[in-house]
């Protein structure tokens, strides 16, 4: 039968299930060390509790006959070395955290004892808390001035997906753009007006804002006009087919409503009003006589 250990949740330490129920009898407080631990940052813990998993994995190491096993147990040893180097929060340690998670996947893959792999899955789990935690960390370090631009990048995907069917967004994303240029001019506030570098950068993004707000102009008048094409239209098309309001000329009706200045959220009410009254917009003499 495999040695399985248990995970004391006041000492931190992996008992080994013939010592369970006398260790349950001797710590039932959680430790100094342990109180002293939960204090620390997130990715100070996680460092503790791999450097907890390696010692029981060094444990059954130096106990197993086995060769196999020995030989597994050692890997995952080494495993945790690596994870235990990472020291900085920067992108290559990321990678390296990241490569050791994507070791420990394939291995957790192969036939494993029920030991090594629940040793395998809470090492995995501690990996990809590591990840997170310097990924978050990584987000905090970006330059104000690199993270407007991305976000002015993102702003101009999300204004080129704009559909007409959806005015909300036009709205939605304009406020967006405004969000962002506030934001750019807080970043540029904190930083050293001598510096030349980031005087470029935000000079670029300058010009980039400008580029967007120009094109985000054009689209949504586009939109707009598709929009209320698009609402005229379904509305003919709800209409009898010998109804005054088939002639309704609909540039004129978008004209008057530019004119009148009529909010979006009020085009549908005035399109239905001047559908239900055609005879605002054709003369019925004209149309007979045509006829």
């Known amino acids: 039968m495999d040695r399985i250990d ?21 710590c ?13 940052p997130i990715f100070q813990q996680l460092l503790y509790k791999i450097k907890k998993l390696k010692s029981a994995l060094m444990g059954h190491f130096s106990q197993e006959n086995s060769q196999v096993d020995k030989g597994l147990y050692e890997f995952l040893v080494q495993q945790a070395d690596d994870l235990l180097n990472i020291e900085e929060s920067n992108n290559e340690c990321l990678d390296k955290c990241k490569s050791t998670l994507n070791t420990l996947d394939r291995y957790s893959n ?22 997170q935690e310097l990924e978050k960390d990584l987000a905090d370090q970006v330059n104000p001035l690199d ?23 036009i709205d939605e994303i304009s406020s967006q753009i405004s969000q962002i240029w506030n934001g ?21 993004l300058d010009n980039m804002f400008k580029q967007n707000e120009s094109e985000r102009s054009k689209k949504t008048a586009e939109d707009l006009q598709r929009y209320f094409f698009s609402r005229c239209l379904a509305t003919k098309l709800a209409s009898p087919a010998k109804d005054l309001a088939q002639y309704i000329q609909i540039p004129e009706l978008y004209k008057s409503v530019q004119e009148l200045k009529i909010p979006v959220e009020k085009w549908e009410e005035f399109i239905k009003e001047q559908f239900s009254h055609p005879e605002r917009w054709v003369n019925p003499g004209l149309i007979i006589n045509n006829k």
């Open 147 to 169: 993270k407007k631009y991305m976000e002015i990048q993102q702003a101009r995907e999300n204004i080129g997906k704009a559909k007409i069917s959806n005015t909300h967004n």
């Open 184 to 204: 750019k001019h807080s970043a540029a506030s904190m930083t050293n007006p001598d510096d030349e570098n980031q005087k470029q950068d935000l000079d670029e």
């Open 6 to 26: 248990f995970l004391c949740i006041n000492c931190q330490e992996l008992i080994s299930q013939d010592n369970v129920t006398m260790h349950s009898l001797m």
């Open 28 to 40: 039932v407080y959680p430790t100094n060390a342990v109180i002293n631990i939960d204090q620390q």
């Open 110 to 131: 192969a036939h494993l004892s029920t030991s090594i792999l629940l040793y395998t899955e809470r090492l995995k789990i501690i990996a990809q808390g590591c990840i």
